[in-house]
């Protein structure tokens, strides 16, 4: 019986380097991408702390912000506040909100440690005013902030209204 004469492989080119690494690329990507699937799917097992606020102040950032369980009214006339409280205590996690009304013109208002600045109309039917969540304890002034001057390089002036107290 004959055997057939043996034949050797050509050697390996540059192409088929390139193409063995391409696999190899591929299929650690691919492994990568599965890993992280699983990883992202499983329930986080480290424990979970205890908030800090009450039950009754927990809720999505949204709901609490469009639902202030704490409201205070102040009128700024002239970049001087001219009714509603210049000190508003606060508890810490409370979700507050500020309505800001204007008299003859047009009032802008600045939370310092919120970087909030707000403005209201006196021609609006409804109020201006800013809303936050008051997750700082200690105490935050808040400014009237005079038209912002025509050199567009010297800032508006703040004078001092209030302030606010998160305990």
Known sequence: ?????????????????VSFWLAVLAVV???????ALLVHDR?????????????SKQGT????????NTTFNITVDEGRLVKGPSTIKVKQGDS???NLYAVSEEAH????????????????DTPGGFSFIADNTGSFKFYS??????????PPQ???LGQIIVQ
Do not use: C
């Open 61 to 68: 950032y949204d709901d609490r912000i469009n639902h202030p």
């Open 29 to 35: 990507a691919v492994a990568i991408f599965l890993i």
């Open 158 to 160: 703040k004078t001092p």
């Open 145 to 154: 902030l005079s038209e912002p001057n025509p050199d567009g390089v010297t």
């Open 1 to 17: 019986m004959d055997t057939p004469p043996l034949t050797t492989a050509p050697p390996p080119t540059a192409e088929h380097h």
């Open 43 to 55: 329930p986080n097992s480290t424990p979970v702390k205890e908030s800090a606020v009450p039950v």
């Open 96 to 98: 507050v909100r500020v």
């Open 109 to 124: 208002v600045q939370l310092d440690g919120y970087g909030i600045i707000t403005e209201s109309d006196p021609t609006d």
